[in-house]
């Protein structure tokens, strides 16, 4: 088809009129069925995608690429602004820009703006004769895409998935967003001067947390820190020198979560394995001292020991002194029956597997299936590859990063959306916050009719995904040490949805508690008067920078991480590692 197809007639419900750079692309509906019925006429096959197509990325790009391949014409219809819902962030670009963006691609020939929040009417108007969709449908049981399938088939077409892998990588978006006027200091901007982004509001959930509380059952960690002297090259051949100079030891797993958890105000009860030992003495009276209280089974083996060899603040070697936990099966129904014991009394339980093996597999299900039916809120964790992420099942928030998530649903190419999608509907969880390291966090939540219908494939409309998603973008430009930072996300993400923060209130929480804990070196409680000061520094940063541009790497939004279609909401947070 040559590309002048549709010359000369003005944009649909986006308002673009005709003219260079490709908007004669963009068709009203009357126009896109004349050159539909034209290209029949012709014998030509015609193809249509349909999408938000908000930040067009290379996913979307290679999806069309493959979908023109399918015919000799490619249609394009994206929903309007008038379909979705009047949510903050969705979509970010108007509709008009939206179709200029695929206009501007040499395999698209028509582009039309639809106001109608379903594809259904106009696939049964525009009969396609190839209606193309991304690989993740092909697997998915949405009844709004089967009705879209129908409509196609009874209209004499048929439903293709693109095959190829699609790679949604944020870094040119973010990089481009940053060199262009600033989208997102907008969006920051509306997110804290919501009321419930307002410091009464989060005091307000604080305080009905206050005194509650909440079980974590865990593996206890011991992080040694040695600092060292400027390493030198030893003469007998190229290896690294290192003279220690001090030694610092913090407590980390289970212990470190149940520390931030009291000094948060809430009153913690730790469950962990611990050996007949001194240090096992030592630490279960260091967290007594700090309101923690502390029940274990015995294990055999000394705690694990984590060393971090630093030369200044920079870490230069790890060293795990640690050896597997293996309980009989008699210690493992212990623990169990402890966790569902001690549940009854609380108002919340974190379940933090960090791979040491106090809660393998088989342990770890049957210990979410006794704790689930006696707590209001579980809260499921892991650490490493190790971790047995699809083993908590029927907790109520998922807190992997996006590396343990791909891994455990292994969906290692898909849009962070399906992998939600799949690590939701394979553990029944309500909610998961994926961390993404230095682009912050994504808090997903089913929309309707839950994960079992998933989201969409590239290109697929935003209201039609089933979860909701809010990303959380780094706060801490230059975290002086991001260990622990997951830790003190989880305790105050927590703490926040036992006082009643809604999911994006908690990830707000949790996001200011982590930026605290990235400018410290070691792990250290964080407490609620640590979490007002960095609420009060980002809104006075706010307040500063006004209107006027951020300068680079100041803020960021990773939209194209969400993969296609998924609701954009925006948030402030650190990016976050166990």
Same mark, same amino acid.
């Given at each position: 088809?040559?590309?002048?197809?549709?010359?000369?007639?003005?944009?649909?419900?986006?308002?673009?009129?005709?003219g260079?750079?490709?908007?004669?692309?963009?068709v009203?509906?009357?126009?896109?069925? =004349? /050159?539909?019925?034209?290209?029949?006429?012709?014998?030509?096959?015609v193809?249509?995608?349909?999408?938000?197509?908000?930040?067009?990325?290379?996913g979307?790009?290679?999806?069309l690429?493959?979908?023109?391949?399918?015919?000799?014409?490619?249609?394009?219809?994206?929903?309007?602004?008038?379909?979705?819902?009047?949510?903050?962030?969705?979509?970010?670009?108007?509709?008009?820009?939206r179709?200029?963006?695929?206009?501007?691609?040499?395999?698209v020939?028509l582009?039309?703006?639809?106001?109608?929040?379903?594809?259904?009417?106009?696939?049964?108007?525009?009969?396609?004769?190839?209606?193309?969709?991304?690989?993740?449908?092909q697997?998915?049981?949405?009844?709004?895409? =089967?009705?879209?399938?129908?409509?196609v088939?009874?209209?004499?077409?048929?439903?293709?998935?693109?095959?190829?892998?699609?790679?949604?990588?944020?870094?040119a978006?973010?990089? *481009?967003? !940053?060199r262009?006027?600033?989208?997102?200091?907008?969006?920051?901007?509306?997110?804290?001067?919501?009321?419930?982004m307002?410091?009464?509001?989060?005091?307000?959930?604080?305080?009905? *947390?206050?005194g509650?509380?909440?079980? $974590?059952?865990?593996?206890?960690?011991?992080?040694?820190?040695?600092?060292?002297?400027?390493?030198?090259?030893a003469? !007998?051949?190229?290896?690294?020198?290192?003279?220690?100079?001090?030694? +610092?030891?913090?407590?980390?797993?289970?212990?470190?979560?149940?520390?931030?958890?009291? *000094?948060?105000?809430?009153?913690?009860?730790?469950?962990?394995?611990?050996?007949?030992?001194?240090?096992?003495e030592?630490?279960?009276?260091?967290?007594?001292?700090?309101?923690? =209280?502390? +029940?274990?089974?015995?294990?055999?083996?000394?705690?694990? !020991?984590?060393?971090?060899?630093?030369?200044?603040?920079?870490?230069?070697?790890?060293?795990?002194?640690?050896?597997?936990?293996?309980?009989?099966?008699?210690?493992?129904?212990?623990?169990?029956?402890?966790?569902?014991?001690?549940?009854? !009394?609380?108002?919340?339980?974190?379940?933090?597997?960090?791979?040491n093996?106090?809660?393998?597999?088989?342990?770890?299900e049957? /210990?979410?299936?006794?704790?689930?039916?006696?707590?209001?809120?579980?809260?499921?964790?892991?650490?490493?590859?190790?971790?047995?992420?699809?083993?908590?099942?029927g907790?109520?928030? #998922?807190?992997?990063?996006?590396?343990?998530?791909?891994?455990? $649903?292994?969906?290692?190419?898909?849009?962070?959306?399906?992998?939600?999608?799949?690590?939701?509907?394979?553990?029944?969880?309500? *909610?998961?916050?994926?961390?993404?390291?230095?682009?912050?966090?994504?808090?997903?939540?089913?929309?309707?009719?839950?994960?079992?219908?998933?989201?969409?494939?590239?290109?697929g409309?935003?209201?039609?995904?089933?979860?909701?998603?809010?990303?959380?973008?780094? #706060?801490?430009?230059?975290?002086?040490?991001?260990?622990?930072?997951?830790?003190?996300?989880?305790?105050?993400?927590?703490?926040?949805?036992?006082?009643?923060?809604?999911?994006?209130?908690?990830?707000?929480?949790?996001?200011l508690?982590?930026?605290?804990?990235?400018?410290?070196?070691?792990?250290?409680?964080?407490?609620?008067?640590?979490?007002?000061?960095?609420?009060?520094?980002?809104?006075?940063?706010?307040?500063? $920078?006004?209107?006027?541009? $951020?300068?680079?790497?100041?803020?960021?939004?990773?939209?194209?991480?969400?993969?296609?279609?998924?609701?954009?909401?925006?948030?402030?947070?650190?990016?976050?590692?166990?």
């Amino acid at each position: 088809m040559d590309r002048n197809y549709g010359a000369g007639v003005g944009a649909g419900t986006g308002g673009a009129s005709a003219g260079g750079g490709g908007l004669e692309k963009i068709v009203t509906l009357d126009r896109l069925v =004349e /050159l539909r019925e034209r290209a029949r006429r012709e014998g030509r096959a015609v193809v249509q995608c349909h999408g938000c197509f908000d930040i067009v990325h290379p996913g979307h790009v290679r999806h069309l690429r493959q979908a023109r391949q399918h015919g000799d014409v490619l249609v394009v219809s994206i929903t309007g602004d008038t379909g979705y819902a009047k949510r903050d962030g969705t979509p970010l670009i108007p509709d008009h820009l939206r179709a200029e963006n695929l206009a501007a691609l040499d395999c698209v020939d028509l582009v039309y703006v639809d106001p109608s929040a379903t594809a259904l009417e106009l696939l049964r108007t525009v009969r396609p004769d190839v209606y193309v969709k991304g690989q993740e449908y092909q697997t998915n049981h949405d009844p709004r895409f =089967e009705a879209e399938r129908a409509a196609v088939e009874a209209g004499g077409g048929r439903v293709v998935f693109s095959s190829g892998d699609v790679v949604f990588s944020s870094t040119a978006l973010i990089r *481009a967003l !940053e060199r262009s006027a600033d989208p997102y200091h907008a969006r920051l901007s509306g997110l804290l001067g919501r009321s419930d982004m307002e410091w009464p509001a989060l005091w307000g959930v604080m305080g009905r *947390a206050r005194g509650a509380r909440v079980l $974590v059952v865990g593996e206890v960690i011991v992080d040694e820190y040695v600092l060292c002297d400027q390493p030198e090259v030893a003469s !007998e051949g190229p290896v690294m020198t290192l003279r220690p100079l001090e030694r +610092r030891s913090y407590d980390g797993g289970a212990a470190i979560i149940a520390r931030h958890l009291a *000094a948060m105000g809430a009153r913690p009860v730790l469950l962990t394995g611990l050996p007949e030992s001194a240090a096992a003495e030592a630490m279960r009276r260091r967290l007594g001292a700090e309101g923690v =209280e502390v +029940r274990s089974v015995r294990t055999e083996v000394p705690i694990a !020991e984590k060393q971090r060899y630093l030369v200044g603040a920079q870490k230069v070697m790890k060293v795990n002194n640690l050896r597997p936990i293996v309980l009989d099966a008699a210690r493992a129904d212990e623990l169990r029956d402890a966790a569902a014991g001690l549940a009854s !009394e609380c108002g919340g339980a974190i379940i933090a597997d960090f791979g040491n093996g106090l809660l393998p597999g088989p342990s770890l299900e049957a /210990l979410c299936h006794a704790v689930r039916p006696r707590v209001p809120l579980m809260v499921g964790d892991v650490s490493g590859r190790r971790g047995s992420l699809l083993a908590m099942r029927g907790v109520d928030v #998922l807190c992997p990063s996006e590396s343990e998530a791909r891994e455990a $649903v292994r969906l290692h190419e898909e849009s962070i959306p399906a992998v939600a999608w799949g690590l939701l509907r394979a553990t029944g969880a309500r *909610a998961a916050l994926i961390t993404m390291g230095g682009e912050g966090l994504i808090a997903f939540e089913p929309i309707g009719g839950g994960a079992a219908e998933g989201p969409v494939a590239p290109g697929g409309d935003g209201h039609r995904t089933r979860l909701r998603a809010e990303h959380v973008p780094a #706060l801490c430009g230059y975290p002086v040490d991001p260990l622990g930072c997951g830790d003190a996300l989880l305790a105050a993400l927590t703490v926040g949805l036992v006082g009643g923060a809604s999911l994006v209130q908690a990830a707000f929480l949790g996001s200011l508690a982590a930026a605290c804990q990235a400018q410290r070196l070691g792990n250290t409680p964080v407490s609620w008067g640590d979490v007002r000061a960095a609420h009060g520094r980002l809104v006075g940063a706010r307040l500063a $920078v006004g209107q006027s541009d $951020v300068s680079p790497g100041a803020w960021r939004v990773p939209a194209a991480a969400l993969g296609a279609g998924a609701g954009v909401g925006v948030g402030v947070g650190v990016g976050v590692a166990s």
